[in-house]
């Protein structure tokens, strides 16, 4: 693994249902995040965490819960799945929180919730 | 309030300069990130710019002015490949980034 790693690639989920978006990083960055990036907007802030063990609201969070048991892995769960929810997903990270430090994405998972 | 503008989509001419504006409005501001994104690919960091000026990095640079809330990309010896959309991003007194909504460059032969 290099870089930050997303899955799955893309997936169709009837609404209702629930679903995970893994994200896992190996540069052990401290700082990661959660983004959704919708035509015609710009990628809106959905969940971070500054380090493990901690995790904190971005600036859409509703619908959408997250963990951060360590420090490589951070997923994005979906309790019950809307439309609205259809978008791409983008996890990102960076070495420290509260910093300038540029942020790396990784390659997206694109949902279609029917 | 917040908020962050740019052109949603710029056409130009393989070989030629292009400039990308972004305007800004925020009350606590960290500084202005460029970033480039393939289409159907994840965004990547192109510049960075806390303090006024140019900052100069090959083909491309980045400009800003903090007093005006000004930005822009410079994008010299225009290739195919930089056939992208350019994202601009400023990070707010939480150290947040705000994005815009990109600018679509399509580059013709």
């Known amino acids: 693994i290099a870089g930050i790693t997303q899955a799955p690639t893309s997936q169709i989920l009837a609404a209702g249902r629930r679903m995970t978006l893994r994200c896992t990083q190996d540069m052990r960055h401290n700082a990661m995040y959660w983004y959704r990036q919708d035509l015609g907007l710009g990628l809106r802030l959905i969940h971070y965490s500054n380090t493990a063990g901690t995790t904190g609201k971005g600036e859409v969070p509703d619908g959408y819960s997250v963990s951060r048991a360590n420090t490589d892995d951070f997923p994005l769960t979906l309790a019950s799945a809307v439309p609205s929810q259809t978008s791409v997903y983008f996890c990102a990270s960076s070495p420290t929180s509260g910093s300038t430090d540029t942020q790396y994405f990784g390659p997206g998972t694109r949902l279609t919730v029917l | 309030g917040q908020n962050i503008d740019q052109p949603t989509e710029m056409t130009a001419t393989e070989g030629a300069i292009v400039q990308i504006n972004c305007t800004y409005q925020?009350?606590?501001?960290?500084?202005l990130f460029w970033y480039q994104q393939h289409a159907g690919e994840a965004p990547t960091f192109l510049s960075y710019?806390?303090l006024d000026g140019l900052e100069e990095k090959g083909r491309f640079s980045s400009f800003l002015s903090r007093s005006k809330g000004y930005s822009y990309l410079l994008l010299k010896e225009l290739q195919m490949k930089d056939s992208a959309s350019y994202l601009c991003a400023f990070m707010d007194s939480n150290y947040q980034l705000i994005w815009g909504a990109g600018t679509k460059l399509i580059i013709k032969p």
């Open positions: 710019n806390v």
């Open positions: 925020t009350s606590g501001f960290n500084g």
